[in-house]
């Protein structure tokens, strides 16, 4: 079992498992910080696919303290969904980490909030 979550999570997220990114910071908080990385973002039509990283300032309830997160954004109406999300022991997603693989459900981030800013980030790119 073990062995097919690893070469699964090879295949599909090669760059979580080898450290090849690109972070580039797109905003600090006082409860962390939120990157993209460069080298993930794929531009199809409207739709923005990425990695988007968060560096908690501090450790979590659960023991994490950071995490990458595969996000799927629909530019045209701002929509945004999780496809894969990682959770690390370490900063910078480095350390013994958990998977969770649901997709999840379409969701809306407030005006004026982190998420809102970060799909906003996102969307300007041009390839």
């Not at 739709?47 to 968060?54: G, S």
């Not at 799927?72 to 910078?92: G, P, V």
Request: charged residues 30%; glycine residues 6%; hydrophobic residues 35%.
């Amino acid at each position: 079992m073990l062995k097919t979550l690893i070469t699964f999570i090879i295949f599909i997220f090669p760059s979580v498992c080898f450290g090849d990114f690109e972070w580039k910071l797109i905003t600090k908080t006082k409860k962390g910080d939120f990157y993209v990385d460069m080298k993930s973002l794929t531009i199809k039509d409207n739709k923005r696919f990425y990695l988007r990283l968060r560096d908690y300032k501090k450790i979590d309830k659960y023991g994490e303290r950071s995490n990458i997160i595969h996000f799927e954004t629909n530019c045209l109406n701002l929509k945004s969904r999780f496809l894969k999300d990682i959770y690390f022991e370490d900063h910078m997603g480095k350390g013994k980490f958990k998977v969770q693989n649901e997709v999840s459900d379409w969701i809306v981030f407030k005006k004026g909030s982190v998420g809102n800013y970060f799909i906003n980030q996102i969307c300007s790119f041009k390839k």
